[in-house]
């Protein structure tokens, strides 16, 4: 079981920036990756931003060269920068990990809205 809490959503003007975090406890395999989803009223949950369990980063195109993924396995938080924001970036933000063991297992936070104004 694994449990998933996020944080630091809010209201920013375009061009400002935020960092999410995502507080994790629970097990966690070895094999596993982790990262940030984001969706809007009516659309998928699209993928933001994850990170592996070797450490590889990969991101969205319409993000990559403003935001960055990282954790901290000491505080067992997962952090999302989120810089240059623009409106179409608002969301509700969700932290996911992923345990792979034989089959796939997702756990979900409950979400953290984040709104980029004009």
């Known amino acids: 079981q694994v449990q998933l809490v996020e944080s630091g959503g809010g209201s920013v003007q375009a061009g400002g920036s935020l960092r999410l975090s995502c507080v994790i406890s629970g097990t966690i395999f070895s094999t596993h990756s982790m990262g940030w989803y984001r969706q809007v009223p009516g659309n998928e949950r699209e993928l933001v931003a994850a990170?592996?369990?070797?450490?590889?980063?990969s991101y969205a195109d319409f993000v990559k060269d403003r935001f960055a993924i990282s954790r901290d396995e000491a505080k067992s938080t997962m952090y999302l920068q989120m810089n240059s924001l623009k409106p179409e970036d608002t969301a509700d933000y969700y932290c996911?990990?992923?345990?792979?063991?034989?089959?796939?297992?997702?756990?979900w936070g409950k979400g953290t809205l984040v709104t980029v104004s004009s």
């Open positions: 996911n990990v992923r345990n792979i063991f034989l089959h796939v297992t997702d756990y």
């Open positions: 990170i592996s369990s070797d450490g590889t980063t």
